[in-house]
Nanobody, 124 residues
């Protein structure tokens, strides 16, 4: 079965950096569009970043543009989220997700598979 396993979360001070990883198995990773989403305390899940199966043409939420970078290594079946200049409002559980197709990357309902998530806490 499909498994997405996130890692790399933790506690960091404001202004710091973290790199999240999501290892995928059970699917043709090189043909899968990947996304990162987050859900903060008392908030709804929101789109963070997405990258198509072929790489390039990445999409970001306005709140993370210029600070976060999504990338993928198809040889390792892994997608990454490099997070710089972290802010307390970035505190959330971050989850990766996989889907087919290339349109409407921010739409969470278009993703077929989800990981369990990893906690990111940014202290002020």
């Amino acid at each position: 079965q499909v498994q997405l396993v996130e890692s790399g979360g933790g506690l960091v001070q404001a202004g710091g950096s973290l790199r999240l990883s999501c290892a995928a198995s059970g699917l043709t990773f090189s043909s899968s569009t990947m996304g990162w989403f987050r859900q903060g305390p008392g908030k709804e899940r929101e789109f963070v970043a997405g990258i198509p199966w072929r790489g390039g043409s990445t999409t970001y939420a306005d709140s993370v543009k210029g600070r976060f970078t999504i990338s993928r290594d198809n040889a390792k079946n892994t997608v990454y989220l490099q997070m710089n200049s972290l802010k307390p409002e970035d505190t959330a559980v971050y989850s990766c997700a996989a889907r087919f197709g290339l349109s409407d990357l921010p739409n969470s309902q278009s993703y077929a598979y989800w990981g369990q998530g990893t906690q990111v806490t940014v202290s002020s």
